[in-house]
């Protein structure tokens, strides 16, 4: 299977990595939208949001808890939000599930 954050997981393909524990894996986006742009990212190959099964479930609860910690170690002390694009109406553009965290300036307009 072709799946460029398997191989990032992997360290085939560089990457910058902020965190890494037993089942999630974060690095800085090749694109970053924000001063702070990490995709936090399950190391088990799910394709989206709209792919995980009840066993994996305890994975989503992983990677907000890496995100705490990555916001300590970042010093995103004023907050950050979590973005999943699940599907191509939502853009995903990569077929791994992972969950993008942006930081490190006051966010102006909201979708919701
Ligand atoms: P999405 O559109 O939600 O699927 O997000 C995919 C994200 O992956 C985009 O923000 C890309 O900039 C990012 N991306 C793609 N390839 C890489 C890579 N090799 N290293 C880091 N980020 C990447
Ligand atoms: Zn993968």
Do not use: W
Not at 27 to 48: C, G, Y
Not at 67 to 92: F, S, T, V
């Amino acid at each position: 299977m072709d799946c460029i954050f398997c191989e990032i997981i992997k360290g085939n393909i560089p990457s910058t990595k902020v965190y890494e524990d037993e089942f999630v894996t974060a690095f800085n986006d090749l694109n970053p939208q924000m001063p702070v742009h990490v995709l936090i990212v399950p190391k088990k190959h799910i394709a989206s949001a709209n792919d995980i099964a009840e066993e994996d479930a305890f994975l989503v609860g992983k990677v907000f808890l890496a995100a705490q910690k990555i916001a300590e170690k970042l010093g995103l002390d004023n907050g950050y939000r979590i973005i999943n694009n699940c599907g191509e109406a939502a853009g995903q553009t990569v077929k791994h599930l992972h969950f993008h965290m942006l930081g490190g300036k006051t966010m102006g307009e909201k979708i919701i």
